[in-house]
């Protein structure tokens, strides 16, 4: 009782009492079922530990896992598993699905249930919908009745949740607007067979539509707590009938991610009222989940919201962006999840690595000490090893290698670090993991030797296309080789075939002046043909690209040109993939070309492989 009191203490010095009430919000102790509508959300009723990850997604398999898995809640729903789900929840109902005797439902099922049956809304029967909706006000025979008898809280708790709801919305609607529409509160004394916390509901009309009003019930879990659970809940679950405003009907609030709804309501519960009993229990879970997507995230989103508003969108300010989204994908980007801001520090942050440069750590409203787990991943000598995570998700890894150099290319968001160093793992970063250094013997005086590293971490962050990485571990002489910035040549001189009419001469001939992996420039000729008169001189198309990194890399490349002879003109085209090892050069693509007369066509001979890259001839280079 004191908790609760000095709950509404805290939460409101100067608003409304009970005899002044404030529009927008009424508040009944009730003890028989007065709540309209169907609930929106509920709260898992699990206190967990920073020890303990909390699970918010129900472990099995059970009947109820197996039915939540069938239902795609950012897809196209399955009715009869959303109709399963919702009877296993709330029991047995007239025109639904018998639950089995022991169905595995845990604490916080009432969300996803509710969530699923909104999905099929317009799939139900009228007297299926009535049901559902008297099964949500313990009204149903057979349902879990979560108000039926439930005795008449104290008028001071009642007062209390009262003024703190009151509180939260005025604070939240300070950042983001508010809606038009009452909140009504209960306040029970009777909790729910699965000890929830409380459920918000959103008036649902006939026609699927809410009209903006919700009624949110608190259960003993929450008015028996302390002031921090009673504030917590209280913002989780006005944030909760803001959500439901805007998103406007069963069918949108079905198809929202459960990241967007319960994550944001966690972020807002801790940020504008305190942490609370179970935040320990998010972060373990944020933590501990790291290469589990945010699509299927709920409660633990927490630390995706955290890590936004530190990396310098406050959440506030694309809350409605947000919602407006949709699925996950747009959900993504409309949180401005899909930027470097965002990417480039995510995964590093959640190492924990606090003694490296900034982006090694995060922060949070109530964060604790937990932290990701780092893997390992060994790197060869020579070699090389590829990491790579998928979309929306994150991991990290400790770099194991006795290479004398390791070099870092990929796509997508990694970053590299031993507490000193930190540079980018995706853009072909180059260290000396070597302890005499790496310096080559007979370097050039202007060669820089790449910088030494330490213990590497690297850290991928998967943005909406993923990230992979790829180290490469060389020998001091590999290096050297690849770092030096001499003129190198690849040529192909085609033999003479007189009976097919083709002279001898050189087909290829490219030229980098800064190494194998520099900017190549040259030409291929096309022509060189002498049969019963028929004469067409060798003629050059132009042919530029550069090769980055290091190791086997490809890179496209095209050329054309207009081709004389004695008949006709032949404009033709071609689409190159060119790849370099160091050592080697390939050329592979397609031609294309049709005047009406004569075409060409198809992919390269196998000759065009293995070209041997080659020092060029003195003087091809200027300032050699």
């Known amino acids: 009782m004191a908790s609760i009191v000095v709950a509404g203490v805290l939460v409101l010095g100067a608003c409304a009492s009970e005899d002044s009430p404030t529009a927008g919000t009424s508040t009944r102790a009730v003890?028989?079922?007065?709540v309209t509508g169907a609930p929106a959300s509920t709260e898992p009723?699990?206190?967990?530990?920073?020890?303990?990850?909390?699970?918010t997604e129900p472990v099995g398999p059970t009947p109820y896992t197996e039915a939540l898995d069938r239902y795609d809640f950012e897809g196209e729903p399955n009715k009869d598993a959303a109709m399963s789900l919702f009877s296993m929840a709330f029991g047995q109902l007239d025109g639904f699905p018998a639950p089995p005797a022991d169905p595995g439902v845990p604490s916080g099922s009432l969300t996803p249930a509710v969530r699923a049956l909104f999905g099929v809304w317009d799939?139900?029967?009228?007297?299926?919908?009535?049901?559902?909706?008297a099964a949500t006000r313990g009204e149903a025979p057979g349902g879990q009745g979560l108000l039926r008898g439930s005795p008449v809280p104290d008028p001071p708790i009642v007062k209390a949740i009262k003024d703190a709801v009151v509180d939260m919305r005025a604070i939240i609607a300070s950042h983001i607007g508010d809606f038009d529409?009452?909140?009504?509160?209960?306040v029970v004394g009777k909790d729910n067979k699965d000890n929830d916390y409380a459920v918000t509901v959103p008036d649902v009309l006939d026609n699927g539509k809410f009209n903006g009003d919700c009624t949110i019930t608190f259960f003993p879990k929450t008015t028996s707590g302390d002031a921090y659970v009673v504030l917590n809940t209280v913002a989780h679950e006005v944030f909760h009938c803001f959500q439901s405003a805007a998103l406007g009907d069963v069918n949108t609030d079905a198809r929202a991610p459960g990241w967007v709804i319960e994550g944001g309501a966690e972020w807002v519960g801790t940020t504008v009222a305190a942490p609370d009993a179970s935040t320990p229990g998010r972060w373990a879970g944020y933590f501990g989940n790291a290469s589990t997507s945010i699509a299927v995230k709920k409660y633990t989103a927490l630390g995706f919201w955290a890590h936004l508003d530190e990396s310098g969108t406050s959440p506030w300010s694309v809350f409605r962006a947000v919602w407006a989204a949709g699925a996950t994908p747009g959900a993504w980007v409309a949180a401005g999840a899909e930027t470097p801001a965002f990417l480039d520090s995510w995964a590093s942050g959640m190492t924990r690595y606090d003694t490296f440069p900034p982006g090694?750590?995060?922060?949070?409203?109530?964060?604790?000490?937990?932290?990701?787990d780092v893997g390992s991943v060994a790197v060869p000598k020579p070699g090389q090893q590829s990491v790579q995570v998928a979309p929306y998700t994150t991991a990290a890894y400790s770099i194991e290698s006795d290479a004398d150099v390791l070099v870092f290319t990929g796509t997508g968001h990694g970053r590299v670090s031993d507490g000193i160093v930190d540079a980018s793992a995706t853009d072909g970063s180059r260290f000396c993991n070597r302890p005499g250094g790496c310096e080559c013997p007979d370097a050039a005086p202007d060669d820089v030797p790449p910088a030494p590293i330490g213990k590497p971490t690297v850290a991928l962050s998967g943005g909406a296309s993923g990230t992979s990485v790829t180290i490469v571990g060389l020998t001091l002489d590999e290096d050297c080789k690849e770092r030096e910035q001499r003129a190198v040549q690849v040529v192909l001189d085609r033999p003479a075939m007189p009976s097919a009419g083709l002279l001898a001469g050189r087909v290829i001939e490219l030229t980098s002046c800064t190494g194998p992996y520099g900017d190549w420039s040259g030409v291929m000729r096309l022509g060189g043909l002498s049969l019963n008169g028929f004469e067409v001189p060798f003629q050059d198309l132009p042919l530029e690209f550069t090769v980055g990194g290091t190791g086997v890399q490809t890179v496209p490349a095209s050329t054309g040109g207009t081709i004389t002879t004695p008949v006709f003109d032949l404009t033709v085209h071609y689409d190159?993939?060119?790849?370099?090892?160091?050592?080697?050069?390939?050329?592979d693509g397609s031609a294309t070309g049709d005047n009406g007369m004569f075409s060409?066509?198809?992919?390269?001979?196998?000759?065009?492989?293995?070209?041997?890259?080659?020092?060029?001839?003195?003087?091809?280079?200027?300032?050699?």
Do not use: N
């Open 181 to 186: 529409g009452e909140i009504e509160v209960l």
């Open 123 to 133: 799939q139900l029967t009228p007297p299926q919908r009535a049901a559902a909706l």
């Open 360 to 372: 090694w750590d995060t922060t949070g409203p109530g964060i604790t000490d937990d932290r990701m």
């Open 45 to 55: 009723a699990e206190t967990p530990t920073s020890d303990a990850p909390v699970v």
């Open 576 to 587: 190159l993939q060119i790849t370099v090892d160091g050592e080697t050069m390939a050329i």
């Open 31 to 34: 003890a028989e079922p007065v």
């Open 600 to 624: 060409v066509g198809g992919s390269f001979p196998q000759a065009l492989t293995g070209l041997p890259i080659q020092d060029a001839p003195p003087g091809v280079c200027p300032d050699e």
